[in-house]
Protein backbone atom coordinates (compact mmCIF):
# COMPACT_ATOMS: atom_id res chain seq x y z
CA UNK A 1 0.00 0.00 0.00
CA UNK A 2 1.93 3.13 -0.85
CA UNK A 3 1.54 6.07 -3.18
CA UNK A 4 2.31 4.97 -6.47
CA UNK A 5 3.53 7.98 -9.03
CA UNK A 6 4.53 7.85 -13.11
CA UNK A 7 6.02 10.92 -14.69
CA UNK A 8 4.59 11.22 -18.20
CA UNK A 9 6.45 13.67 -20.04
CA UNK A 10 4.00 15.41 -22.33
CA UNK A 11 4.29 18.54 -25.10
CA UNK A 12 6.78 19.15 -27.38
CA UNK A 13 8.65 20.82 -24.15
CA UNK A 14 8.10 17.22 -22.65
CA UNK A 15 6.59 18.43 -19.44
CA UNK A 16 6.48 15.91 -16.67
CA UNK A 17 2.81 15.50 -16.12
CA UNK A 18 2.68 13.56 -13.11
CA UNK A 19 0.06 10.50 -12.43
CA UNK A 20 -0.44 9.86 -8.78
CA UNK A 21 -2.93 7.37 -7.74
CA UNK A 22 -3.66 5.51 -4.04
CA UNK A 23 -3.55 1.69 -4.17
CA UNK A 24 -6.49 1.09 -1.84
CA UNK A 25 -9.20 3.63 -3.15
CA UNK A 26 -7.80 3.75 -6.82
CA UNK A 27 -8.03 7.40 -6.76
CA UNK A 28 -5.78 9.21 -9.15
CA UNK A 29 -4.88 12.56 -9.64
CA UNK A 30 -2.99 14.22 -12.64
CA UNK A 31 -0.67 17.08 -12.27
CA UNK A 32 0.13 19.73 -15.09
CA UNK A 33 -1.96 18.29 -17.60
CA UNK A 34 -0.03 20.32 -20.49
CA UNK A 35 -1.13 18.33 -23.53
CA UNK A 36 -1.81 14.89 -24.70
CA UNK A 37 -4.86 14.39 -22.94
CA UNK A 38 -6.14 11.56 -25.03
CA UNK A 39 -2.94 9.68 -24.06
CA UNK A 40 -3.13 10.75 -20.27
CA UNK A 41 -6.90 9.44 -20.19
CA UNK A 42 -6.12 6.08 -21.83
CA UNK A 43 -3.36 5.83 -19.33
CA UNK A 44 -5.73 6.12 -16.37
CA UNK A 45 -8.78 4.00 -17.93
CA UNK A 46 -5.44 1.17 -18.49
CA UNK A 47 -4.93 1.10 -14.91
CA UNK A 48 -8.69 0.79 -13.57
CA UNK A 49 -8.14 4.43 -11.72
CA UNK A 50 -11.00 6.88 -10.76
CA UNK A 51 -9.34 10.66 -11.43
CA UNK A 52 -10.33 12.80 -8.96
CA UNK A 53 -8.49 15.79 -9.92
CA UNK A 54 -6.45 17.83 -11.62
CA UNK A 55 -3.53 19.63 -9.90
CA UNK A 56 -2.34 22.86 -11.77
CA UNK A 57 1.07 24.32 -10.26
CA UNK A 58 1.18 27.53 -12.79
CA UNK A 59 -0.39 28.34 -15.78
CA UNK A 60 1.90 28.24 -18.92
CA UNK A 61 0.73 26.86 -21.36
CA UNK A 62 3.14 23.43 -21.09
CA UNK A 63 1.19 22.50 -17.86
CA UNK A 64 -2.18 23.80 -18.83
CA UNK A 65 -2.55 23.36 -22.58
CA UNK A 66 -4.57 19.99 -22.06
CA UNK A 67 -6.79 20.89 -19.46
CA UNK A 68 -9.91 21.88 -21.47
CA UNK A 69 -9.64 18.33 -23.14
CA UNK A 70 -9.09 16.45 -19.95
CA UNK A 71 -12.35 17.94 -18.31
CA UNK A 72 -14.27 17.23 -21.42
CA UNK A 73 -13.00 13.11 -21.43
CA UNK A 74 -13.29 13.13 -17.79
CA UNK A 75 -16.91 14.13 -17.60
CA UNK A 76 -15.98 17.65 -15.66
CA UNK A 77 -13.42 16.28 -13.05
CA UNK A 78 -12.48 19.29 -11.13
CA UNK A 79 -9.22 21.53 -11.64
CA UNK A 80 -7.44 23.05 -8.32
CA UNK A 81 -5.17 25.26 -8.75
CA UNK A 82 -3.14 27.12 -9.72
CA UNK A 83 -2.65 30.13 -7.42
CA UNK A 84 -5.13 33.49 -8.68
CA UNK A 85 -2.52 35.40 -9.47
CA UNK A 86 -1.79 33.28 -12.71
CA UNK A 87 -5.15 34.26 -13.99
CA UNK A 88 -3.68 36.28 -16.43
CA UNK A 89 -2.07 33.16 -18.14
CA UNK A 90 -5.11 31.26 -18.16
CA UNK A 91 -7.09 33.86 -20.14
CA UNK A 92 -4.40 34.49 -22.42
CA UNK A 93 -4.18 30.49 -23.16
CA UNK A 94 -6.00 30.76 -26.45
CA UNK A 95 -3.31 33.39 -28.14
CA UNK A 96 -0.29 30.97 -26.43
CA UNK A 97 -1.45 27.91 -28.26
CA UNK A 98 -1.97 29.91 -31.13
CA UNK A 99 1.23 31.67 -31.10
CA UNK A 100 3.06 27.82 -30.62
CA UNK A 101 1.04 25.88 -33.20
CA UNK A 102 4.12 26.10 -35.25
CA UNK A 103 6.04 24.61 -32.25
CA UNK A 104 3.53 21.65 -32.39
CA UNK A 105 1.17 23.02 -29.65
CA UNK A 106 -2.53 21.92 -29.67
CA UNK A 107 -5.21 24.75 -29.66
CA UNK A 108 -6.58 25.44 -26.02
CA UNK A 109 -9.48 27.58 -25.42
CA UNK A 110 -9.13 29.46 -21.90
CA UNK A 111 -10.78 28.54 -18.69
CA UNK A 112 -11.20 29.13 -15.09
CA UNK A 113 -10.02 26.41 -12.49
CA UNK A 114 -12.38 24.96 -10.01
CA UNK A 115 -10.93 25.96 -7.30
CA UNK A 116 -7.67 28.53 -6.87
CA UNK A 117 -5.50 27.35 -4.33
CA UNK A 118 -3.38 30.00 -1.34
CA UNK A 119 -0.46 29.32 0.81
CA UNK A 120 -1.17 27.38 3.51
CA UNK A 121 -3.71 25.23 2.20
CA UNK A 122 -4.04 21.64 1.48
CA UNK A 123 -5.27 19.25 -0.89
CA UNK A 124 -6.05 15.28 -0.65
CA UNK A 125 -5.00 11.85 -2.26
CA UNK A 126 -6.84 8.73 0.02
CA UNK A 127 -5.02 9.41 2.65
CA UNK A 128 -1.95 11.39 1.65
CA UNK A 129 -1.78 15.14 2.31
CA UNK A 130 -0.31 17.66 0.02
CA UNK A 131 0.57 21.28 1.13
CA UNK A 132 0.28 24.11 -1.31
CA UNK A 133 3.11 26.76 -1.22
CA UNK A 134 2.56 29.36 -3.29
CA UNK A 135 6.39 30.37 -4.87
CA UNK A 136 5.89 33.45 -7.11
CA UNK A 137 8.81 34.33 -9.79
CA UNK A 138 8.60 31.76 -12.08
CA UNK A 139 5.03 33.32 -12.65
CA UNK A 140 2.99 35.21 -10.14
CA UNK A 141 0.72 32.54 -9.19
CA UNK A 142 3.03 29.41 -8.87
CA UNK A 143 2.40 27.03 -6.29
CA UNK A 144 3.98 23.35 -5.25
CA UNK A 145 2.23 20.55 -3.90
CA UNK A 146 4.19 18.72 -0.62
CA UNK A 147 4.01 15.89 0.46
CA UNK A 148 5.45 15.44 4.02
CA UNK A 149 4.78 11.70 4.92
CA UNK A 150 5.89 10.58 1.57
CA UNK A 151 9.03 12.95 1.35
CA UNK A 152 7.37 14.03 -2.38
CA UNK A 153 7.54 17.44 -4.06
CA UNK A 154 5.79 18.23 -7.11
CA UNK A 155 7.43 21.19 -7.77
CA UNK A 156 6.58 22.66 -10.95
CA UNK A 157 9.19 25.61 -12.67
CA UNK A 158 10.47 26.30 -9.56
CA UNK A 159 13.30 24.22 -8.88
CA UNK A 160 15.21 21.98 -11.23
CA UNK A 161 18.31 19.65 -10.97
CA UNK A 162 21.07 21.97 -10.23
CA UNK A 163 18.76 24.94 -12.08
CA UNK A 164 15.65 26.99 -11.25
CA UNK A 165 12.84 28.18 -13.47
CA UNK A 166 12.83 31.07 -15.96
CA UNK A 167 12.05 34.49 -14.70
CA UNK A 168 12.76 36.04 -18.30
CA UNK A 169 8.81 36.60 -18.56
CA UNK A 170 6.28 39.11 -17.98
CA UNK A 171 5.71 39.45 -14.59
CA UNK A 172 7.94 37.16 -12.94
CA UNK A 173 10.75 37.89 -10.29
CA UNK A 174 14.10 36.63 -10.09
CA UNK A 175 14.31 37.63 -6.62
CA UNK A 176 10.77 36.46 -5.35
CA UNK A 177 11.91 32.85 -6.87
CA UNK A 178 15.35 32.78 -4.85
CA UNK A 179 14.10 33.89 -2.07
CA UNK A 180 11.47 31.39 -2.42
CA UNK A 181 13.49 28.36 -2.94
CA UNK A 182 15.71 29.48 0.24
CA UNK A 183 13.16 30.33 2.76
CA UNK A 184 10.16 27.48 1.99
CA UNK A 185 11.54 24.46 -0.29
CA UNK A 186 15.51 24.53 1.35
CA UNK A 187 13.86 24.33 4.82
CA UNK A 188 12.37 20.97 3.84
CA UNK A 189 14.06 17.91 4.78
CA UNK A 190 17.30 16.83 2.31
CA UNK A 191 15.99 13.75 1.23
CA UNK A 192 12.46 15.01 -0.27
CA UNK A 193 12.15 13.89 -4.14
CA UNK A 194 11.49 16.72 -5.80
CA UNK A 195 9.48 16.01 -9.47
CA UNK A 196 10.14 19.14 -11.49
CA UNK A 197 8.34 19.71 -14.36
CA UNK A 198 11.21 19.14 -16.93
CA UNK A 199 14.40 16.91 -17.06
CA UNK A 200 15.65 14.34 -14.23
CA UNK A 201 13.94 14.80 -10.48
CA UNK A 202 16.31 15.59 -8.02
CA UNK A 203 16.32 16.14 -3.93
CA UNK A 204 16.35 18.95 -1.96
CA UNK A 205 20.22 17.80 -0.45
CA UNK A 206 21.41 17.86 -3.74
CA UNK A 207 19.98 21.33 -4.52
CA UNK A 208 21.27 22.53 -1.65
CA UNK A 209 25.20 21.41 -2.19
CA UNK A 210 24.77 21.71 -5.81
CA UNK A 211 22.11 24.15 -7.36
CA UNK A 212 24.68 27.19 -9.11
CA UNK A 213 22.23 29.78 -8.66
CA UNK A 214 20.66 29.13 -4.84
CA UNK A 215 22.71 26.86 -2.62
CA UNK A 216 21.43 26.20 0.98
ZN1 LIG B 1 6.61 27.43 -16.70
ZN1 LIG C 1 7.37 24.34 -17.99
Redesign the pocket.
Given at each position: MALNIQIIPVTPYAQNCTLLWDDETHEAVLTDTGGEAEYLWQLVQDKGLKLKEIWLT?G?L??VGGVVKMRELSNNVPVIGPHEEDLFLLEDLPNKTREYAPQGFEFSPSFLPTRWLNEGEQVHLGKYVFDIMHIPG??PGHIVFYCASEKLLIG??VLFKESV??TDFPRSSTEDLLHGIKTKLYTLPDDVLVIA?HRDPTTIGHEKQHNPYVRG
Open positions: HHDHHTGDGRG
